[in-house]
């Protein structure tokens, strides 16, 4: 693999497993062979982790992001941000430490937009705790569109070793989703996704399977007419851009082995329906990825997990696949193979 930048590793919920997960992520480096990660956070927080894990995890503060790929081998790079009001409780998740999960995800963000970093990988957030410090964004992803600046269009991507999928609508009740479910909303993710697909998954002609909303795909109009007059229009538009796009299809016959063969991505109406199939095949490797932002940006594909936090029982497989896809994505930028 070409050389490249340093992934800027965001801490996460202090209070959930995000510490131990960027320590046993570091201490499999060599088995599953990592690019050079550094964390984002303050010192206290490792140092606390490492107890916690019992484990000989060496943390070597950095200056700057540059100096993680000398130290990778050796220690775990961190770029130390200030302490938090009250130390967190592993466990519980708290206002106190608002600002600092809030500064780990924008210092990466700035890191990746001045070519610091090759992408940011970020850890789970308790989104209630940062509501009560008066965080506005309904989400990370809301919150780094923001940071990216005006015009930029989220686009929610899961994937594994097995099957990528994007809900078109995310978290809204099943009685919106044909509200907000529009023919140019199929469009414009569909664009974002293609294109990410050639960009950073070298995909030269990536093959696009959209879900019917209703069963068996509406059958003709009998069991729904979203079909027909929303996700058909969205696909004609489509190829006639040059895209290669199938459906509507039936999503309960859509992601077996033999089906999937025929498409390099699902897009989904709603959320179940693409998160369902790809937890499913692939619970622990699953990685969520934010396409449609200037900068590459992977995360776990779970949540804080506050009830096993600090027990030392959290899997950092997922995170693991998060740091891979991040290094592989901003290698085929550099190189465009």
Known sequence: MSKIAPIALTIGEPGGIGP??????????????????????????LDHA???????????????ISEAITVFDNALPVLALDE?????????????????VIESITRAVK???????????????????????????PGHTEFLAELAGPGTVPVMMLANSKLRVVPLTIHIALSEVHKQLT????????????????????????????AGLNPHAGENGSMGSEEQTIIEPAINALRKKGLDVIGPLPADTMFHDEA???????LCPYHDQALIPVKTLDFHGGV????GLPFIRTSPDHGTALNI?????????????????????????????
């Not at 909303?185 to 294109?195: F, V």
């Not at 999937?260 to 699902?266: F, H, I, L, Q």
């Open 288 to 291: 969520n990825v934010t396409l």
């Open 260 to 266: 999937r063969e025929n498409y390099d991505v699902a």
């Open 50 to 64: 490492v107890k916690q894990l019992g484990e000989n995890v060496p943390i070597k503060v950095v200056s700057d």
């Open 183 to 210: 023919s140019d909303s199929i469009i414009e993710q569909c664009e974002i996704t293609a294109t990410a697909l050639q960009r950073d998954f070298g995909i030269a002609m990536p093959r696009l399977a959209i």
């Open 111 to 137: 890191l990746c937009e001045d070519g610091s970093a090759c992408g940011v990988v970020t850890n789970p957030i308790q989104k209630s705790a940062l509501y009560e410090a008066g965080f506005k964004h």
């Open 309 to 337: 936090a600090g027990k030392g029982t959290a899997r950092p497989d997922s995170l693991i696949a998060a740091l891979k896809m991040a290094a592989d994505m901003a290698h085929k930028r550099l190189t465009g193979a």
């Open 84 to 100: 938090c009001d009250a130390m967190p409780i592993s466990g519980t998740a708290s206002a106190n430490t608002a600002t600092v």
């Open 20 to 45: 131990e997960l960027c320590l046993k992520a570091w201490l499999r480096r060599k088995d599953e062979s990592l690019s050079p990660f550094c964390v984002l956070s303050p010192i206290t927080i």
